[in-house]
């Protein structure tokens, strides 16, 4: 499953807010600096959909806010 994803970086908390089925927003406190956003984003995503991080791939989007993962 493919999902795209639109980052808020350096906020005061963490959170993620489905807004379609294959589409979510996420909030992450690191900046994205040296792919630290890109991490969270990807251990947010782990703990959201309760699966190890290694099963999350960034397909496109490194240095955009709007990104697409890919959930195997």
């Known amino acids: 499953m493919k999902i795209t994803v639109l980052v808020k970086a350096g906020r005061k908390e963490s959170k993620i807010e489905r807004l379609s089925e294959n589409s979510f927003s996420v909030w992450v406190k690191e900046k994205p600096q040296e792919g630290k956003a890109n991490y969270a984003v990807r251990e947010a995503l782990a703990e959201y959909f309760d699966l190890p991080k290694s099963r999350i791939t960034l397909v496109s989007g490194e240095t955009s806010k709007t990104k ?4 195997s």
């Open 68 to 71: 697409l993962f890919e959930i």
